[in-house]
């Protein structure tokens, strides 16, 4: 049995990999529908081979849909993911929209399934921040083994996080137009994003952290476990795509770098690559376009009892985006949660 998909916000960089990731896996679709929240007309976008011409979000009914997969930003999810959910069809948000809200579940399929039945109160299941998701489809499996008590994170976070404009920044900026010395105006971003490493995303709140650092924060303990202590520092660098996190981790027992490496390997989602010599690790150019998440550098943190340090690298348009909401609906499908499920 197929289903019908629509694709809200199809023109953006994160709706055109979901439309790619629902190809790629493919997907049981009976009809996709790619759907626009402004200016669709005459924009076309491809599913597979086959191209695909935008409609208009004002105009489109919902009630013949199964799965809505929504990338148009938290404005429009607020907006539209209620009225879509109550047609009866299950919204899956990219947004920061709804993973707060108690009724609807922040899903990372790998780590929390079973808290997707809680959709059905709202009919609209979130999908956690691109920094979150990577990191915690690694910290489950260690969590698991060996109790995880505090998590301390610095993210290398790609400009492909903050949209188009935020990439085309940073190619205008690198295309020959710095010169050592001389500053460049910034535009999409508080300061120079070429050659340049900025710590700030988002917003900053009374407490100094940012609220990119507050969602890793809220959202492990939603994900994962209330009882684990995290702190972050997150930081925009001039890589197109892929984030990248270096992570120390304490444990409330004692686990061994090569019992995490065992474990990682056995883990749903991630790859280890570990080797203790030159380019032994993945970087986010490796990264880019790949499913997994990559964990490398895996070693002990003889700063505290119970330590381990590593590093880690995912796609933030896939596993961070596009293909987590693609794989929260295939659980859904698996899980024989739609109405019309076979």
């Known amino acids: 049995m197929g289903y019908k998909v629509a694709v809200v916000g199809a ?3 994160v709706g055109r990999e979901m439309l790619k990731v629902l190809a790629e896996r493919k997907f049981p679709v009976d009809e996709v529908y790619a759907i626009a929240s402004r200016r669709p007309l005459g924009t076309e ?6 191209p695909l011409k935008c409609q208009d979000i004002e105009q489109f009914d919902f009630s013949k849909v199964d799965v809505c997969l929504m990338s148009a930003g938290s404005s429009v999810s607020k907006e539209w993911s209620p009225r879509i959910g109550a047609k009866g069809c299950i919204v899956i ?6 993973r707060y809200d108690l009724d609807v579940p922040l899903i990372v399929p790998e780590v929390n399934a079973d808290a997707i039945a809680g959709y059905t109160k709202k009919n609209i299941i979130a999908n ?34 903050a949209g188009k404009e935020a990439m085309d920044e940073l190619w205008s900026q690198t295309k020959g137009k710095y010169v050592p010395g001389q500053e460049v105006a910034p535009n999409k971003f508080p300061k120079q994003i070429a050659f340049n490493c900025i710590p700030h995303i988002d917003v900053f709140m009374e407490d100094g952290y940012t609220k990119e650092e507050w969602k890793m924060l809220a959202e492990t303990k939603k994900i994962l476990d209330p009882a684990i202590k995290l702190t972050a520092t997150c930081v925009r660098v001039p890589v197109f795509v892929g984030h990248s996190e270096a992570v120390t981790i304490e444990f409330e027992n004692p686990i061994s770098p090569e019992e995490a490496r065992a474990i990682l390997r056995d883990a749903p989602g991630v790859v280890v690559v ?32 119970n330590g381990l340090s590593l590093w880690v690298v995912s796609d933030n348009l896939l596993k961070g985006a596009a293909l987590n909401t693609v794989q929260i609906a295939e659980t859904i499908i698996a899980r024989k949660l739609l109405p019309n499920a076979a």
């Open 45 to 50: 976008v491809t599913f597979g081979d086959r």
């Open 11 to 13: 023109t953006g960089n």
């Open 93 to 98: 948000d990219n947004s920061s929209c709804w």
């Open 274 to 305: 570990d080797k203790r010599e030159p380019g032994g690790y993945v970087t986010p150019v490796e990264a880019a376009g790949e499913f997994g998440t990559y964990v490398s550098r895996i070693r002990e943190d003889a700063t505290v009892e």
């Open 128 to 161: 956690p921040n691109c920094s979150t998701a990577q990191l915690v489809v690694v910290l489950k499996p260690l969590h698991d083994a060996a109790k995880i008590k505090r998590v301390v994170v610095s993210t290398y976070q790609s400009v492909s996080g």
